[in-house]
């Protein structure tokens, strides 16, 4: 055979890849699989057997499903490529257009961004949960065209934690799943599915990484989809279009996840780079480390805050002073995790000079970083959220969010001081008014 032309020797002339036996997860860093049989083409696209492309599946993003799944207690697990992509994927694949969706108000703004400003302009409907805790607000939210309760684990910024028993009994009275973004709480510390919850989301960006390199978001689901409840979710019931067998033909118990992993992401294609799939792989690892330290860290970070007089209050559910502190003792056992706010009695002004006397602590826009980072929530993430309704979730004008880092505690201790000083303490304290009244109105 007469040697091939320079081109085609560029980009053939390679040994085939093979398995072998790496021990760390290998990198399949590709946007598709070649068939190695003629019929296994028609095999993949008709029974879904092996891989053909990177969006519908690839094996490194595939082990650090399997990997979220079992730390979650859940079935499967879809690896997605941001904790946005992993929350439209989810409601999308449980609400039509015509259909609504009930929130709790203490929720991720991207979250509330997505409900009110973009699935509304497609005809779904949201309403949001105030006094998160009385399963008689959400009883009151639900309407007959309701698909999804979605809520937060523990929330951001005053650190309230769902009872989640309680409100997937309110979700599955009628036919409903409950939905958890377990970020805050990561499987380390809170399993939802395990106390009720059907679906959970995460930002995997933020402690599943846990370095900050990379965006990457899961939906896990419990696998416990009633067939009885398949008449409010004909999407997951009807057949496909040639006659397919429908998800939950398919899928059975798994008839939600399946229609999402098969249907609503490969669709939408916010796919995860198997490179970052890797480095989140590479968090999990060390996951229950980190957070257990994080959480120590944390908590004696709290302590310490609290005894400060610049220091007006501490949302932290790991001291007792917060009102969700006994629900804390019966659903996290292992840490408190380490993502809380602090009202500074000096107000906006405090927080600017705290900020730019921290030394150790980051100001960022991230969290659940090995590094502590810290960020002013009125002046960026709840900027468009009016004065009352950033009180309503606590966030003042002197309230800073911290996300406690892996460093030695005394370091953060003395950072902390360094920025207090500079805070100062004015002369007639105390802006923040009363913190839980007002989350009940
Ligand atoms: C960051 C975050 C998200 C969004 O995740 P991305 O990975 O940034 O898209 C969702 N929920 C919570 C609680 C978050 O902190």
Known sequence: MPQRGFTTRQVHDRGQARAHSARALPIYL?????????????????????YAYTRIANPTIDAVEKALAAL?????????????AATTVALLSLVSAGQHIVLSDHIYEGTRGLVIDVLDRFGI??????????????????????RALFA?????????????????????????????DNTFTTPYLLRPLELGADVVVHSASKFLSG??????????DSGRFDPATGSLFPQFTSPGRRGTPSALDRAGGDARVAYARDVVAPR?????????????????????????????NALDVARWLEEQPEVASVDYIGLPSHPD????????????GSVFSITLAGGAEAARRHIEAAEVFTHMTHLGDVRSLVLHPASTSHVLLTPSEQERVGVFP????????????????????????AAGVPAAPATRQVEVDALQV
């Open 325 to 336: 502190y006994e629900l804390g003792r019966r659903d996290l056992s292992a840490g408190h």
């Open 125 to 146: 409907t949201a309403d949001f949960v105030t006094d998160i805790h009385d399963p008689q607000a959400w009883e009151r939210a639900i309407r007959p065209e309701t």
């Open 72 to 84: 979650e207690g859940g079935s499967q697990a879809i690896l997605l490529a941001s904790g946005q």
């Open 398 to 421: 002197g309230t800073l969010r911290l996300s406690v880092g892996i460093e030695d505690v005394a370091d953060l201790i003395a950072d902390l001081r360094a920025s207090l000083d």
């Open 268 to 296: 939408f294609g916010p796919t995860i780079s198997p490179l970052n799939a890797f480095f989140i792989g590479q968090g999990i690892e060390t996951l229950s480390l980190r957070v257990q330290r994080q959480s120590q």
């Open 152 to 180: 937060e684990s523990v929330s951001n910024a005053s650190n309230r934690l769902l009872d989640i028993p309680a409100i997937s009994e309110v979700a599955h009275t009628h036919g409903i799943p409950l939905v958890i």
């Open 211 to 220: 370095q900050g390199h990379v965006l990457g978001g899961a939906i896990v």
């Open 30 to 50: 590709t946007a598709g699989f070649s068939f190695s049989e003629y019929d296994d083409a028609a095999a993949h696209f008709g029974e879904g057997i092996g």
